[in-house]
């Protein structure tokens, strides 16, 4: 039985902090197909479409015939751990750090038998486990076997913390927390056992309904933080830059426009100093602390989520330029990802579908409310995944980008203008 | 076709050190040839045949060669089967001879991964992106030890063998190492001592894993008719047999070694049954890899074999079924991370009456080499070579 974490004590600032380290990141173009789904939070495997046989590890041509058709699909994961081992010695330092390591073979019940870092509740080999593909603190697919039914405080294990952003006991900045998101954002997380929110706030005169309520938790401490002001985004940087755990940047500023409807560049430019330049100023005086945290104990610095949107994959005309700043600020998220690669804090880009809010009022449902939004991000930093798309609207955009970028372009020229 | 009585073990040699931090790998390989070539009463211009593994530096045979100054090659090969490449070259090298592809066969394997620092055994495998398994074993944290210990722990599920049960084999190995003189770890042992050893990988001691040494090995296997010209007691190669075992897409078997293929093949060829054999050599990188392969040899049932190692049983002149008597990869020697090579240099010094008398075996006419290399757990080589005293 996972025995449940206790709060940390407080660092002893005398001692070094240690440098992080990652796990083993090599692997094969073909093997990333992997790292792909999993980073979507999902355990694919290749089947091939000639025979049906189940590939692992992943390669070109199937095991059974040969047949270079392989195709990525879904797996439950069930199966029975057939051996099970302890690392106790070990000259790969991410291990040697934290040993013992658990791991087993897992014979799956779709065919393979797969190597898996074995969580604490699994019983003794042979046992029935479930195994899913987590992101690891390198970043690639890690195969993880979970006991056959959840257990009181799994979430808590040491191994399964190590593959996963768990806000417990952590502290995390939320930007621009005032906004329906940020406040469910800051409730959802003291929900999730943190240590300390923060909870900025770009506009102190405005009194959105909710935010005194949640002002007043114990949990939260409200700070100045404007991502259009430099000077200000540095000031609290260097004020609690060296213990933010997980910085969820949630600051977005959204009109409904597209070039025609609108005279001037003033609005584009608003969206771009809040959605593109706002993330690089934050990431320009944040992500240096959290780079020298990655293995700062049990709450290390782990994670920094963008809410970004599902627009910034494809445009949305009738939200041109809100497309444009989002795309925009998922790129710089990419190069910000792979400066934090070797540190093990993991960017989480979250790409919702739209809001149930004010700069959507004019867009049929569905709609994703806040409230159910903060709960997948959450749900998404307890898990392995980074690439996040909650709600129905978003999943489906995710589907028809995949199929074909090109009919989705398409798709989108020829809705109407509101 | 066979290769049975086609060729003789005409020259052995053992390297005596267990740690040469001043000499390269390959000045290592050279004095294993000189000694192996003096052993036999010949000389580098006499070596037609190169064969060599992994362990060489540079690309295939031809570091190595130029090294040797081997002038007169006319067949060579590096085939890589991990720790016991060596004992599946001899077959090749018979193979060759057999063939009339060279007359005059040296096989080297030298290393020094205790001068080097590295702990192979718990040193995690697998560097190279482009191999397919590539990522997916090392990043768990899987080394060799954990690879060998899952087989361990299933043989132990399956079966009900025991921690006490593997100790015996160390403990026999230790029974050997204490006559030889270059042995790395000289004192006997008891199952206590194997038990009570830190855990390296559950359920594996740290006496169940063998040592880590410097040094190497080198044969000469020659034609009949040179055999016969030497003055050595003639050691014939009989049978030969190698495979190589997978995870097969998860209908892989943890308990269960390549050694059931490659020793039925060896015993085929040579005509003999393992009731025949006086002397074993078997790979011991961890105690569980013994047991395995007895079992798959067919000294004993599948699922016997914690039974048949208990009490001595591998214990020369104590037990039925003698045993590495140079105290193998266990007590005595593993250089380069490579058994294979000492267990066939043993068997030889058992068929010749050269083993130490503390341990040479009475009448030993028929003796046995078999080894595994790379990862029993997941994939790994297995050959068999089965010697026949003159």
């Known amino acids: 039985m996972t025995r449940p974490l206790v709060r940390p004590p407080r660092k002893n600032p005398i001692l070094r902090t240690r440098l992080p380290t990652l796990p083993p990141a090599a692997r094969s173009r073909v093997a990333l197909g992997l790292t792909a789904a999993a980073a979507r939070g999902r355990f694919e495997l290749q089947v091939c479409r000639d025979c049906g046989t189940v590939q692992y590890p992943p390669r070109e041509a199937c095991r059974a015939c040969l047949s270079p058709r392989l195709d990525w699909r879904v797996q439950d994961g069930n199966g029975e751990l057939v ?20 791991l087993g073979l897992v014979k799956l019940d779709s065919g393979p038998l797969v190597v898996a870092h074995l969580h604490g509740d699994c019983a003794a080999a042979p046992t029935r486990v479930r195994v899913r593909a987590h992101l690891d603190r390198a970043g690639q697919a890690a195969l993880v076997a979970l006991p056959d039914k959840d257990t009181p405080h799994m979430a808590d294990d040491r191994e399964l913390r190590e593959l996963t952003c768990d806000p417990k006991f952590r502290k995390v900045l939320v930007t621009d927390a005032k906004a329906p998101l940020g406040q469910a954002l800051v409730e959802a997380l003291v929900d999730a056992g943190v240590d300390l929110v923060w909870a900025g706030e770009a506009e102190p005169w405005k009194k959105p309904p909710g935010f005194e309520r949640i002002k007043a938790l114990p949990q939260v401490a409200v700070v100045p933080l404007d991502l259009t002001d430099s000077r200000a985004v540095k000031q609290l940087a260097g004020e609690i830059g060296g213990r933010v755990d997980i910085l969820i940047n949630n600051a977005d500023h959204h009109r409904n426009f597209g070039i025609a409807a609108r005279d001037g560049i003033e609005t584009a430019r608003a ?35 963008n809410v970004l949107s599902v627009f910034a994959l494809s445009n949305f005309p009738p939200h041109g330029t809100y497309s444009a700043s989002k795309a925009a600020a998922l790129s710089l998220a990419q190069c910000l990802r792979a400066e934090l690669a070797p540190t093990g804090v993991r960017i989480v880009n979250v790409f919702p579908g739209p809001i149930d809010d004010e700069w959507n009022q004019t867009l049929p449902p569905p709609k994703i409310a806040p409230a159910r939004l903060a709960a997948d991000i959450v749900a998404a930093l307890r898990g392995g995944a980074e690439d996040v798309f909650p709600g129905n609207v978003a999943q489906d955009w995710l589907e028809r980008w995949r199929d074909n970028p090109k009919a989705l372009e398409r798709e989108l020229a020829a809705m109407p203008q509101p | 076709m066979t290769i049975k009585g086609k060729a003789y073990i005409a020259g052995a040699f053992e390297h005596p050190t267990r740690h040469a931090p001043d000499k390269s790998v390959a000045q290592l390989h050279a004095e294993v040839a000189l000694g192996a070539l003096a052993d036999a009463g010949l000389t580098r211009d006499d070596v037609d045949g190169y064969f060599c593994a992994g362990d060489a530096p540079g690309p295939g045979p031809a570091t190595m060669a130029e090294y040797l100054n081997l002038t007169k090659l006319r067949h060579v090969d590096s085939t890589e089967l991990g720790g016991t490449s060596y004992v599946a070259l001899a077959g090749h090298a018979a193979a060759a001879i057999a ?7 040296l096989i080297t394997l030298a290393g020094r991964p205790r001068s080097e620092g590295m702990a192979t055994g718990t040193t995690p495998r697998l560097r190279d992106p482009n191999q397919p398994e590539a990522g997916f074993e090392f990043p768990y944290g899987l080394t060799t030890a954990n690879g060998y210990a899952m087989c361990a722990m299933r043989h132990m599920h399956q079966y009900g063998t025991t921690s006490e049960q593997l100790a015996w084999i160390k403990v026999a190995a230790s029974h050997h190492a204490q006559h030889n003189p270059n042995a790395m770890l000289p004192d006997v042992v008891t199952v206590a001592d194997v038990v009570a050893s830190p855990l390296i990988a559950d359920p594996l001691h740290r006496l169940d894993c063998c040592v880590i040494s410097d040094g190497g090995g080198a044969l000469v296997i020659v034609r009949p008719e040179i055999a016969k010209s030497l003055r050595r007691p003639g050691v014939k190669i009989v049978g030969a047999g190698e495979t190589v075992k997978h995870l097969a897409g998860g209908t892989f078997d943890l308990t269960t070694s390549g050694a059931a293929r490659s020793g039925a093949a060896a015993f ?17 990188s961890f105690t569980i890899t013994v047991l395995i392969q007895l079992e798959d040899l067919g000294f004993c049932a599948k699922g016997a074999g914690g039974k048949f190692v208990s009490d001595g049983n591998l214990i020369s002149g104590a037990g039925k079924l003698p045993f590495n008597t140079d105290g193998g990869g266990l007590c005595n020697n593993h250089p380069a991370n490579r058994g294979g090579m000492t267990k066939v240099i043993e068997a030889v010094r058992q068929l010749r009456g050269e083993a130490h008398p503390a341990v040479q075996v009475k009448n030993c006419d028929l003796a046995l080499a078999q080894g595994t290399g790379m990862q029993l ?14």
């Open chain 1, 83 to 102: 051996a099970e081992t302890t690392l106790r010695h070990s000259h790969e330092l991410f291990f040697r750090e934290r040993m013992p390591w658990r």
């Open chain 1, 271 to 305: 969206e771009m100093d809040v959605n593109y330049f706002g993330l690089l100023r934050l990431a320009q005086e944040f992500a240096p602390a959290m780079r020298a945290r990655g293995a700062d104990g049990q709450s290390s610095a782990v994670a920094w989520v």
């Open chain 2, 99 to 105: 063939l009339g592809k060279c007359d005059v066969a």
């Open chain 2, 268 to 284: 085929a060829e040579a005509g003999v049954k393992p009731t025949d054999i006086k002397y074993v050599s078997i790979y011991d």
């Open chain 2, 377 to 390: 757990g997941t994939r790994h080589c297995s050959s068999t070579l089965i010697m026949e005293r003159e």
